[in-house]
């Protein structure tokens, strides 16, 4: 798909950077920076999902990319704007973690993807030759806050199915679910479990445990299981149950997906793990060539972000269990009337895409 938009023409005037802010439903306060590309009367659009507040106010306030006369201005192919971020210092102050380099990087890349398509008055679906379709969705949500001591309960889950009808979840068990609660949670369409066990040294650690492992595999059994950490004392959890295991964390980019323990059925893809457009359709591509099935991943995106991950799951992977709802749905209180699974995809598409409800 790469050698597809490869070659596409862009052609950068300009560079403006947007911030936005907003309180989630998971206790934290979100920060991203939208980045706008500019040139030959049409703006691009991507965004940078970097978690630490602090990256984003470092960015924002430095004078070294904004402007017209940005160091990225110049004249591109989609593939030589790539190779001119090789080159470019997008970090002002170095990041906290490294995967955040894929993050930034991948606001750039898709800002210039979204440019090089519109100035060449066309959409991501055209220049691939896919059609979007529309695209089923779960939400994505904790059963308590980080700051809350309480034990986790489903009430969540009632208020949200309560609000908007039937809908579809990914969920974040902790060892603090009980049997009682995980019983529960049989009554609702749960289709991924996101175990967190391949993070380290950060606010959403989850200690792997076989007890805790079981309890969930266990009590929740069509749901697909993500980011186990296999150690000795797990691994023999998901014997005969390896096709339900899907990975996030480590995914960026094809050499990442050869190096998994073993052959994965389920991928979650998000763009902003590989860092560039060419990384992210390669990674596509592999999966597509050996029936990896795949499913879109997000990240409390507040911009345009979030229409481009909605894009390539309608182009790419609409049926699975995308983690790509309207990101109203990650607000403390969501609005009535948000929109339900699948979401409509987009009359007259531009660029990546956007309005896909």
């Given amino acids: 798909m790469y050698d597809q938009v490869a070659d596409l023409p862009v052609t950068v005037e300009s560079c403006a950077f947007e911030r936005r802010e907003r309180a989630t439903s998971s206790g934290f306060d979100r920060v991203t920076t939208v980045i706008h590309l500019s040139g030959a009367g049409e703006a691009g659009s991507g965004e940078d999902v970097t978690y630490t507040a602090e990256a984003h106010d470092a960015l924002q306030d430095s004078d070294a990319l904004p402007g017209e006369d940005s160091p990225l201005a110049g004249e591109y192919t989609v593939d030589s704007f790539s190779a001119a971020l090789d080159a470019a210092d997008l970090w002002p102050e170095p990041p906290d973690e490294e995967r955040f380099r894929h993050y930034r990087r991948w606001g750039f890349e898709s800002a210039a ?107 929740l059994p069509d749901a697909l299981v993500e980011d186990p950490d296999l150690t000795d004392a797990t691994r023999p959890v998901f014997d005969g149950r390896e096709a339900r295991v899907t990975w996030d964390v480590p995914i960026t980019g094809v050499e990442s997906i050869e190096a998994l323990p073993f052959e994965p059925s389920w991928l979650n893809m998000k763009p902003s793990r590989c860092g560039t457009v060419e990384s992210v359709l390669a990674t596509i591509d592999y999966c597509e060539e050996r029936g990896i099935d795949l499913y879109g991943g997000g990240q409390f995106e507040l911009g345009v972000g979030r229409d481009h991950i909605q894009a390539l799951a309608s182009l790419c992977y609409p049926a699975g269990p995308n983690d790509v709802a309207p990101g109203g749905y990650n607000d403390p209180d969501p609005d009535a009337d948000l929109p339900t699974s699948p979401l409509s995809p987009p009359d007259a598409p531009t660029g990546i895409g956007t309005g896909f409800w």
Wanted: hydrophobic share 35%; proline share 6%.
């Fill in 113 to 219: 993807l979204d440019l090089a398509l519109k100035q060449a008055d066309t959409d991501l679906g055209t220049a691939l030759n896919r059609q979007y379709d529309p695209v089923n969705f779960v939400v994505s949500t904790r059963l308590s806050n980080a700051d809350d001591d309480t034990p986790p309960t489903a009430d969540r889950l009632a208020m949200l199915r309560e609000r908007y009808g039937d809908l579809s979840f990914k969920l974040d068990p902790t060892p603090t679910w009980s049997d009682t609660l995980v019983d529960e949670l049989t009554d609702y369409d749960v289709r991924v479990l996101d175990l967190k066990g391949l993070y380290e040294g950060t606010d959403v650690d989850v200690e792997a445990d076989p007890e805790f492992y079981r309890r969930v595999v266990d009590g």
